[in-house]
């Protein structure tokens, strides 16, 4: 592949899937005797969601949100809208939120208020990949995959303008 030069591995498919592992066991643990609301946020956590809820053994119901911030840019505009928001009554229901990356914080305390507006019984994130030195608004991270630096990732679902999304590996982008 020809943009395989820009791209450097940092998480392998190994170290993914064993997180994903561990972080089911979690969920499990925690919602035994529940039946939760995931509220996956489309379109970059839609693998690692996926892949998590094979892994739990509870009853629950599933949900996608679709947010925009970036666009095509490397950087979040700040201003976030909902594309599509949930379908699923929300109200007096445990709902996890599943996030592929939280970064500046901005998109995942939107979409926070957003849920909390509609009265859920619990609210809970679950982050595949966090990436803290960029938080600009602190939010709460209930479950937390891998901590990452302050660069670009791709693959896994992460995207840069739709690209990298299919690599099962997650990646930084150089320039």
Do not use: W
């Amino acid at each position: 592949m020809v943009f395989q030069q820009q791209l450097k591995i940092i998480i392998n498919r190994d170290e993914i899937a064993k997180a994903v592992n561990r972080l089911a066991r979690e969920i499990n643990r925690d919602y035994q005797g529940k039946h939760p609301l995931l509220v996956s946020v489309l379109r970059g956590s839609f693998m690692f969601t996926a892949d998590l809820i094979r892994q739990l053994d509870l009853p629950l119901e599933l949900d996608f949100v679709r947010l925009s911030s970036y666009g095509t840019a490397r950087e979040s505009s700040g201003r976030v809208k909902v594309v599509q928001g949930t379908k699923t009554p929300v109200k007096d229901k445990d709902v996890l939120v599943v996030e592929d990356i939280v970064d500046t914080g901005i998109t995942i305390s939107f979409l926070l208020d957003y849920l909390r507006k509609k009265q859920p019984a619990s609210l809970k994130v679950c982050t595949l990949t966090d990436k803290p030195s960029r938080r600009r608004v602190p939010v709460p991270i209930d479950y937390r995959g891998f901590t990452v630096p302050n660069k670009f990732i791709v693959g896994y679902g992460l995207d840069c303008d739709q690209r990298f999304r299919n690599l099962p590996d997650i990646y930084t982008l150089e320039d």
